[in-house]
């Protein structure tokens, strides 16, 4: 009964593919997130939803696109990947999306661009 | 642009001894700095956090020391353990931006 769970855990794949990442959550929460971490383990906020709707989209290449088809659900999709985006993709949840609730993490998605 | 800056950037510890995780922000506006643990292989998790109308907050072992005029907060680690031997992350947040902003993190090493 994982809380955050992230599909795949490993993710290999060529430069220009495309490829999507899962993420679904039990907690009933309304907000759900996707971070990038890179090698540095530097954590950084991509996007953002709350109840389906967008409400975070910081500075990333538009070949990376958020789907969240409900509440419990947020995939990551993205196109023409490159060396770059070789990295750790953590989705997260919490209650409300207010600032002060605590974020459930999952297990992270690796990927590696070869 | 970083906003929170984290320091250092990793520590080694004998078990039983104190470890101090800085960190420092810029913007007046974050009114709400958690700090979070991150082991290998796993996701981040909620360790701490606090407000900005205290100076300190302890729970366990672990205590965040908060300097509102300094813009600096610290995680203090009693009596650490092998076990504490992880990533620390400070963050910092403030409602108008609906998100965290992360510090670089620390990687603690707690030697038995």
């Known amino acids: 009964d994982t809380a955050v769970s992230q599909t795949p855990k490993y993710l290999v794949t060529q430069m220009g593919n495309d490829k999507s990442i899962k993420c679904e959550q039990n907690?009933?929460?309304?907000?759900m997130y996707w971070y990038k971490q890179d090698s540095k383990k530097f954590l950084k906020i991509m996007f953002s939803?709350?109840?389906?709707?967008?409400?975070i989209n910081e500075t990333v290449p538009n070949r990376f696109s958020p789907k969240s088809p409900d509440k419990a659900h947020l995939n990551l999709h993205i196109n023409s990947l490159e060396l770059g985006d070789s990295a750790v993709y953590f989705c997260?949840?919490?209650?409300?999306?207010?600032?002060?609730?605590?974020?459930?993490f999952g297990p992270g998605t690796r990927l590696t661009v070869l | 642009q970083q906003q929170v800056k984290q320091s250092p950037q990793s520590l080694i510890v004998q078990k039983g001894g104190i470890s101090i995780i800085n960190c420092a922000y810029e913007?007046?506006?974050?009114?709400?700095f958690p700090w979070y643990q991150q082991f290998p292989g796993k996701g981040p998790a909620l360790l701490i956090a606090?407000?900005?109308?205290?100076s300190e907050k302890k729970e366990g072992r672990f205590t965040i020391s908060f300097n509102k005029s300094a813009k600096q907060f610290s995680l203090h680690i009693m009596d650490s353990q092998p076990g504490d031997s992880a990533t620390y992350f400070c963050?910092?947040?403030?409602?108008?931006?609906?998100?965290?902003?992360f510090g670089s993190g620390t990687r603690l090493l707690v030697r038995p």
């Open positions: 913007n007046t506006a974050f009114d709400y």
């Open positions: 606090i407000r900005p109308d205290v």
């Open positions: 939803y709350n109840n389906k709707e967008l409400i």
């Open positions: 997260a949840s919490s209650p409300h999306g207010a600032g002060t609730d605590t974020q459930y």
């Open positions: 963050a910092a947040y403030m409602d108008s931006s609906y998100k965290l902003i």
């Open positions: 907690l009933g929460h309304d907000t």
